[in-house]
């Protein structure tokens, strides 16, 4: 399923914050979002999962307008792997996976054991099928990480955003993570910091600043040294390893 955005705009206050957004993330791409801190992107994303409405503009979850869909329905259709998760009450870790289930269900229909089956899955899948009965809050930063992607798993879902969905973790678990995401066959739209990481992982990356897009393409188009410091304002150099792959080292 593809998503697209159509010159969305949104303000708070009188600061414009997305100024005419439109990109499109093609069935089963897996598509980068990169540029500073404070460029938009997460505003970006939650107009795409529905925490924000843009104040002009529309969001298209294949061919259907977001704003046109029921909740529940957007929720079939998209999966999140936001920034900060919090809870107040303190679930286990199959309880918050199991939460993923809920889009499927009828108000009040109780978990059948396929759902547990799903849940089960899905926490062998991120490595965290022996944390099942423990508590969420007990968690370390990237364990929980690694638990919410399992929730968004368990949605079942055609697309997924994440947003930094990498932050709190080691390298083993930032590459673990993306290979899982990356091996999902469904479309995916990613804010990601690391530029290494979008250069490995990305088909196709777009540059935020300011609230714009500023370029995009794919990783070997759009990570150059001139890109780098227009964005970043830091000299960088691009290679290539033995395997032909792009990393990029800070000067
Ligand atoms: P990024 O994810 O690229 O770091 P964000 O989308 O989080 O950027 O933020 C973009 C801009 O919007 C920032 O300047 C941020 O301070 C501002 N912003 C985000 N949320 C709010 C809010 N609730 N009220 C006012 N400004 C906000
Ligand atoms: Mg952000």
Redesign the pocket.
Known sequence: MNIKTDNIRLS??S?E?LKGLGVEIHDKEFVGII????????????CIYRVLKPDSGCVWLGDEELRSLPVKESARRVAVVA?HNYYNFDFSVREVVLMGRAPHKKALERDHAQDYRIVQECLETVGMAEFADRSFSTLSGGEQQRVILARALAQRTPCLVL??PTNHLDITHQLQIMKIVRNLGVTVVS?IHDLNIAAAFCDRIYV?KN?QITAAGSPAEVLTSDMIARIYQVDAEITRDSRGNLHILFI
């Open positions: 708070y206050g600061t914050i540029g500073p801190n404070g460029s938009g992107k997460s505003t970006l994303l939650k920034q947003d930094e804010a935020m609230g």
